[in-house]
Each structure stands twice: as structure tokens, then as C-alpha cells.
């Protein structure tokens, strides 16, 4: 596995080193060695899968708030995604720096994403499925610390590749960043 730094302190592409043969190919989506030898610490706590059957389907921007904040590894089964991270961390050297990309199952990339950061997706594709290592667990009886804005929040003035077609209510409910 190849970790390709970000434009976000401690935010990596992930690069899986595939191997081929008549059957297909084989890869590793998951290495707890690795990420220690990169001095990144994660557990994984819980897993969740997103499966998103319309185009230009959008999540995000959500995050956790301390004491409950969590990293993540994204990685597509299928599809393709334009996805954004933005660093909220008030005491991080890349505070408000976004980090943006697109994801095909073609350029066999992750993501990892550390705690404390937003993100946000948009499918480019009918059924893409996303699926997540959590490092902690989601906590329903805890909302108040799952937090989220706007995605055209015109502070961060994202040009996503698409206009959205599909958001959830809770998405579109969310303030501008500024309010939160």
C-alpha cells in the first residue's frame, strides 16, 4: 500500500498495490502494520457501508465533535465519487485547507481521513457503493455531537462537477459553517 500525502495534515490517499492473474486481480484494503509504521493510529471500531443507486446522490458534509470524533478509511466498491475533506481542526497547521478528489474504482485509490475533518461526497455514477472503516462507534443517543453544513456553503466555495439531484433533509437543514 502506497500513502500519498495530502493538502490536510495527516490525510492520505491510499494507494492498494493490486496483484493480477486469469482470475482477476487481489488487493489489500486493510493493514493495521502499515498504518503503525506510518505512525497512524486506528482501531477499527465499526464498519458501514453507503449504497447510493442514483447519480449526483450527495453526503456531507458531516463530522463528529470531541469527545467523539472519528477517523475514517473511504474506499468505492463500485462507482465513482467527487469527494471533499475540509479540515475543521481550530488547532490544526491546515485548518479550513481542503483536500479534493475523484475516486473511480479504475484509479483503485482510498482515503484516509483523520478525525475532527468534514467530508462530502457526490456520486458520478447509478449505484455506487462506498464502504467505511470506522475508528470509533456512532453514537444515535449522541447527536448533538454529530455535526455537519452546508455543502455549497459559499465560505469554502466548493465547484462540485454536478449540480446534486439527490439530498437527504438532515443534509439540506444543515447552516452555513460559519453558524455551526
Not at 477499527?44 to 449504497?51: L, P, R, Y
Not at 470509533?136 to 454536478?162: C, M, R, T, V
Amino acid at each position: 500500500m502506497i500513502f500519498k500525502k495530502t493538502k490536510i495534515d495527516g490525510c492520505y490517499k491510499i494507494i492498494p498495490k493490486k496483484n493480477y492473474d486469469l482470475r482477476g486481480s487481489f488487493h489489500r484494503s486493510f493493514c493495521k502494520n502499515i498504518l503503525k509504521n506510518k505512525k497512524i493510529k486506528f482501531d477499527i471500531k465499526q464498519c458501514n457501508i453507503s449504497i447510493n443507486t442514483k447519480k449526483y446522490t450527495l453526503r456531507g458534509f458531516h463530522f463528529q465533535r470531541k469527545p467523539y470524533r472519528e477517523s475514517k478509511i473511504l474506499m468505492l466498491i463500485c462507482g465513482s465519487i467527487y469527494n471533499v475533506t475540509i479540515d475543521v481542526r481550530k488547532n490544526s497547521k491546515t485548518y479550513l485547507k481542503k483536500y479534493i478528489t475523484k475516486m473511480s474504482l479504475k484509479k483503485n485509490e482510498a482515503i484516509f481521513i483523520p478525525a475532527g475533518c468534514a467530508n462530502a461526497f457526490l456520486t458520478l455514477e447509478k449505484n455506487t457503493i462506498i464502504h467505511y472503516y470506522m475508528n470509533s462507534y456512532f453514537e444515535e443517543n449522541l447527536q448533538k455531537n454529530y455535526s455537519g453544513f452546508k455543502y455549497n456553503d459559499k465560505y469554502f466555495a466548493i465547484k462540485w462537477p454536478h449540480k446534486p439531484l439527490i439530498i437527504s433533509k438532515k443534509d439540506n437543514s444543515y447552516n452555513s459553517f460559519l453558524k455551526i
